[in-house]
């Protein structure tokens, strides 16, 4: 299937046929990415009396039960809700799934103390103001590694809060990123990087959000493409999330 569509007077075309999936499918146990000592992963079958949830246990269907941390155990997008004290929940705040997206690849700069970091003069190098809704950024080296790293304890890069207010100054409303966090790991609970994308608590961007731990193989060029954001219809801050990119021409 194919679609036509127009953005600022200009038209485009997108094959729904070819998508490019950038989640991290969400394993059982250690073989999977992990951050901010999450408990991993568990998947059981529901047990009733004689009745077992699992074909390979005798049962006739399989009905497991899920145990898992949004934020810790995958890719998943976040709204305000995670640092409001005010109770926001994603459904309520990501309203629409398509978007006009770029994609760019970064090398987070090395600092004296060590921290590696992505700063505001390395995006305005390659994101211009009104040129994209979402943004996705692919941080470098790249492998797949980041779809089995444990980033606990690792202090992993981040991005700058100077960074993240020219985003905002650039019209990004929704920023994903391979990284488990846009703070640094152990910040003493400042945030400035989600606080200035979304300008909490002075004028809250209700309906922008953040999606952590992608991945975006190196076979995927940087450039222009359609975004379709798909999430769960958790009752929470955030949910596990799959966004799939739209080549356009």
């Not at 059982?28 to 901010?36: D, I, Q």
């Not at 994308?197 to 940087?222: G, M, S």
Request: aromatic share 10%; net charge negative; proline share 6%.
């Amino acid at each position: 299937m194919q679609i036509i569509f127009t953005r600022q007077n200009k038209t485009f075309r997108a094959d729904l046929s070819q998508p490019l999936d950038l989640s991290i499918l969400l394993k059982e146990g250690l073989e999977n990415v992990n951050c901010f000592y999450a408990p991993p992963v568990e998947y059981w079958p529901v047990v009733a009396g004689d009745f077992v949830g699992s074909t390979a246990q005798g049962g006739p269907v399989n009905f497991f039960n899920v145990r898992f941390n949004p934020h810790g155990n995958g890719t998943h997008t976040e709204c305000v809700g995670h640092i409001a004290k005010e109770r926001y929940v994603l459904r309520d705040c990501l309203v629409e799934s398509h978007f006009w997206a770029k994609l760019v690849s970064i090398f987070p700069q090395k600092t004296d103390d060590g921290d590696r970091v992505i700063f505001r003069e390395q995006l305005e190098e390659v994101v211009e103001k009104n040129e994209a809704e979402a943004l996705l950024i692919r941080t470098l080296p790249n492998d797949d590694l980041k779809k089995r790293t444990n980033y606990s304890g690792a202090n992993p890069p981040y991005l700058h809060h100077e960074a993240a207010r020219y985003l905002v100054e650039c019209g990004v409303r929704h920023l994903l990123l391979d990284l488990p966090s846009v703070d640094r790991e152990e910040d003493g609970g400042q945030l400035l990087t989600h606080r200035a994308f979304w300008q909490y608590p002075e004028a809250v961007r209700k309906h922008c959000t953040i999606t952590e731990l992608i991945y975006v193989p190196n076979e995927i060029r940087d450039g222009f493409y359609l975004l379709n954001l798909q999430t769960a219809s958790f009752d929470l801050d955030a949910s596990p999330s799959r966004p799939v990119l739209f080549r356009v021409d």
